[in-house]
């Protein structure tokens, strides 16, 4: 694990996944948190979705994460204290512009969902800042603290503005073709048995639960067991206002 710490309200790591989860000495901390190498599901309270290399999540306390990587993941965090957030707005304080901005990134209703950036010039400037940072939290010099600061800064900025409009009406699908197809086999499955578990379902579609499940976590970001059981909520509420049309 390398660590750097500035002015005691900046923190960056790079480490395993393992290594921060069973990490608590920023169990207390706000972080930005970007996917440098690995694969696999990142569970949050009652969630869970799939990441890969340039992932990004946002860390909250109180929400732990839990990894499950298919392969060794590794991360570079910033970590940021929150009462220097909280007080964002005080004209002397010389992160003001990115703390600020960190805390427009929390204020997002569904901030621990894994964001994406939506443009293809600010992904390859993410990628090398992360690299910048790696590199210079390894050979540590006399303007690494500088040059790792404004670099953070740089990033959180390019973060946020990606950051898609929230509460914009759906059109049409969210989803693309194939994980429409799979997840409407499983509802019409369900629909003829409710009680149905992921074996079944997955044995039906001839693929392993394993394949399955992966396959819904990429194309949704939701586990199956979580689509199931929002599947069968619906069915349940459907056959209820049926019941009371009758």
């Known amino acids: 694990m390398k660590e ?9 790591v790079s480490c395993e996944a393992r290594e921060l989860e069973q990490s608590s000495r920023y169990g207390g901390l706000f972080g930005i948190a970007f996917v440098t190498e690995g694969e696999g599901v990142l569970s949050c309270d009652d969630d869970s979705w799939h990441y890969e290399e340039q992932a990004i999540f946002l860390l909250s306390p109180g929400h732990p994460i839990h990894f499950k990587s298919f392969y060794r993941t590794n991360l ?67 303007s ?11 990033l959180v900025n390019l973060v946020k503005r990606n ?17 429409d197809r799979v997840l409407n086999d499983v509802r019409k499955m369900l629909e003829q048995s409710e009680h149905l578990t992921i074996q079944e379902i997955a044995a039906a579609m001839n693929m392993s639960q394993y394949n399955l499940n992966k396959l819904v976590i990429k194309g949704t970001g939701e586990t199956l067991k979580a689509i199931i059981s929002r599947f069968r909520s619906e069915l349940s509420g459907n056959k209820l206002v049926s019941t009371a049309d009758h």
């Open 4 to 12: 750097l710490n500035i002015d005691q309200t900046l923190n960056l």
């Open 144 to 154: 690494s603290r500088e040059l790792v600061a404004n670099s953070a800064a740089l």
């Open 76 to 142: 570079l965090t910033i970590f940021f204290d929150p009462f220097r957030i909280a007080g964002a707005a005080d004209p002397l304080n010389s992160f003001t512009g990115m703390f600020r901005t960190v805390r427009d990134l929390f204020s997002v209703p569904s901030f621990l969902r894994p964001k994406a950036l939506r443009n293809e010039t600010d992904r390859l400037a993410v990628t090398h800042l992360v690299r910048l940072i790696e590199t210079e939290l390894g050979h540590l010099q006399d």
């Open 163 to 179: 950051l898609p409009d929230t509460q914009r009406p759906e059109t049409g699908s969210q989803y693309s073709e194939e994980t």
